[in-house]
């Protein structure tokens, strides 16, 4: 492939900085563990992860059906480079500057901190249907585990994507659902204890469940390249339905995903589904509305600022964890840390790591392909 072909990968900015949201929903709500900074905070900010998975599945298709993948351990290794160092910088922090007693779950046998640790550093947490082992160490990992199985199918799921994605989407609806169906045959939900297995622990954070994400981010890609993209509309028409797709976000966040939770039996399989899945299809409607960028909300999400944000919006994930440890349990008791002040290091720290860590073991790691290397580098 030669560099003119390489151009011709457009560069979605507003798609970079829509991870910084999806990343600071996780952070919010995981500050309510610690502070009652954002008491109130809608329980569906959770989903932030669903909206990790479909735009890693939206960009991924969006830079690899132009490239194409010249070698698929070549393209798992690029992934890897994306994802393992800063992984394994975390948790050198978490091991240094987190109290021992809180830095993790603890117990004997395959629950042993040292066994949850070779798990962890081979990001295989995702595969385990135990809790204490999926959120061992640096808790937030898991996703980046069920992330490196995404990496691993991507290449085949790629295939012919323009002719099969309704038959991809399909399948994987059914696989997900099949599998949740399958476990609570299996679980009760009732069975509980440190160490034992859930449906919701043998489900939440597993590659086969949550693959229903990342195909729809894939066939969204194929949605708007085909339907959306070419439309010619007005500045103004396209800020409406941006501004209506952010608006139905938010709806759908802060009042809608609770109240029709609510409509699901509690021993039912399909309240675990809706709630784990139930958010995806309103990112990959934003995703689709806002990637070219041509409304209001697109030209705000075009800002340099966000942007930058965006691109270090994996170092904030992969740290506000640590840092919310860091100064829950190693400090001095009578020390309270603000809003203002942790968001201002958690940032600052995150940028450090970005040119520090990322940056430069991506360059050491990766192939020698030539590639538009902006583009790679900031998908998921």
Same mark, same amino acid.
């Given at each position: 492939m030669d560099c003119a072909e390489i151009n011709k990968v457009e560069d979605l900015k507003p798609l970079t900085s829509l991870r910084f949201f999806a990343a600071m929903m996780i952070v919010v709500l995981h500050s309510l563990l610690f502070w009652p900074w954002f008491t109130g905070a809608p329980s569906a900010l959770t989903s932030g992860v669903s909206f990790f998975f479909v735009l890693s599945g939206f960009i991924l298709t969006h830079v690899y059906s132009v490239k194409g993948v010249a070698s698929y351990w070549g393209f798992v290794r690029d992934r890897v480079s994306r994802i393992w160092p800063m992984h394994m910088f975390a948790l050198l922090l978490l091991i240094i500057f987190?109290?021992?007693?809180?830095?993790?779950?603890?117990?004997?046998?395959?629950?042993?901190k040292s066994s949850q640790f070779v798990v962890d550093v081979f990001l295989l947490q995702s595969l385990t249907p135990f809790e204490i082992i999926i959120f061992s160490w640096n808790s937030v990992s898991w996703s980046i585990s069920t992330e490196l199985f995404f990496y691993l199918a991507f290449p085949f799921l790629l295939m012919n994507i323009n002719s099969t994605w309704r038959l991809k989407m399909v399948s994987a609806a059914f696989i997900s659902v099949g599998y949740a169906f399958l476990i609570f045959t299996l679980l009760n939900e009732q069975t509980s204890g440190k160490g034992l297995i859930t449906p919701s622990s043998a489900i939440h954070a597993n590659p086969i469940f949550r693959a229903f994400e990342f195909c729809l981010g894939i066939c969204s890609w194929v949605i708007w390249r085909k339907y959306i993209k070419k439309l010619k509309l007005s500045f103004f028409v396209w800020s409406i339905i941006e501004i209506a797709v952010v608006v139905n976000v938010a709806v759908w966040v802060l009042f809608f995903h609770k109240a029709l939770l609510a409509f699901f039996d509690d021993a039912s399989p399909l309240k675990l589904i809706f709630r784990i899945l139930g958010s995806a299809w309103v990112y990959a409607a934003l995703i689709i509305v806002c990637a070219s960028g041509r409304g209001v909300i697109g030209k705000i999400l075009n800002n340099k600022a966000l942007i930058f944000l965006g691109e270090i919006s994996f170092a904030v994930y992969m740290l506000h964890m640590i840092l919310m440890k860091f100064f829950a349990f190693s400090l001095a %008791?009578?020390?309270?840390?603000? %809003?203002?002040?942790?968001?201002?290091?958690l940032i600052m720290l995150s940028a450090g790591c970005h040119f520090a860590i990322e940056k430069p073991m991506q360059k050491l790691l990766r192939t020698n392909e030539r590639v538009n290397k902006k583009l790679v580098a900031n998908t998921l």
């Open positions: 987190v109290r021992n007693d809180v830095a993790t779950y603890d117990g004997v046998g395959l629950f042993s %008791p009578d020390y309270q840390v603000g %809003p203002v002040v942790f968001f201002m290091i």
